[in-house]
């Protein structure tokens, strides 16, 4: 999983309870992680213009608003509100799994023309790709298939499945984490990620975004969970 950075307050030495009391109280915030690329280096895939604002606005309001709810949250817990303690979990579960899903989304996308962006001819994620798609192509068409029918909003995943030991495509509705198999490639299939560009059609974006994947973070990933 996605390691999230958050900026942690130093807590003075203080008694046990006290010092207990204040790292809850000033408990480091989820910040916005950096682009390992320029915003433009993945065009002609995805526009500059798509990159900046997905990147500056709209994960940007999803760590607002995961700090938002997660500060709320320790508020209701100080209190023992236990009913508006639950009362906030979606907030917690939308805004928490934005976080998640844009930050794995950034770091399995790569320059255009990059050797990230080849498909490896040998290896963990050929030989898991060749054993449970038949081949490369196979697997682009399944992934497009699935994530093209997501209804509303969504992400489609290759996901790796621990208790099968297979890569499979699933798809997680609105901003929900994969929490059934480890992500090793995410697509946001939300309309701000393509609509600038490709308008409504899904499966020119998906055909496109497939060179700009960054094979080798999947391959790290797929090694991880081997």
Known sequence: M????????????APLKARAFAVMSTRGKHTLPE??????????SISSEIMTLHHTKHHQTYVNGLNAAEESLQKLQANNDVKAAIALQPALKFNGGGHINHSLFWKNL?????????????????DQVQADFGGFENLKKEVNAKTAAVQGSGWGWLGFNKGTKKLEVVTTANQDPLLSHV??????????AFYLQYKNVKPDYLNAIWDVINFEEAEKRLKEAL
């Open 110 to 126: 790569a320059p255009h023309g990059s050797s990230q962006t080849k498909f490896p001819s040998s290896g963990a994620l050929y």
């Open 35 to 44: 682009l390992p690329y320029a915003y433009d280096a993945l065009e002609p």
């Open 2 to 13: 996605v390691a999230i950075a958050r900026i942690a307050p130093r807590v003075a030495s």
């Open 183 to 192: 992500p090793i490639i995410g697509i946001d299939i939300w309309e701000h």
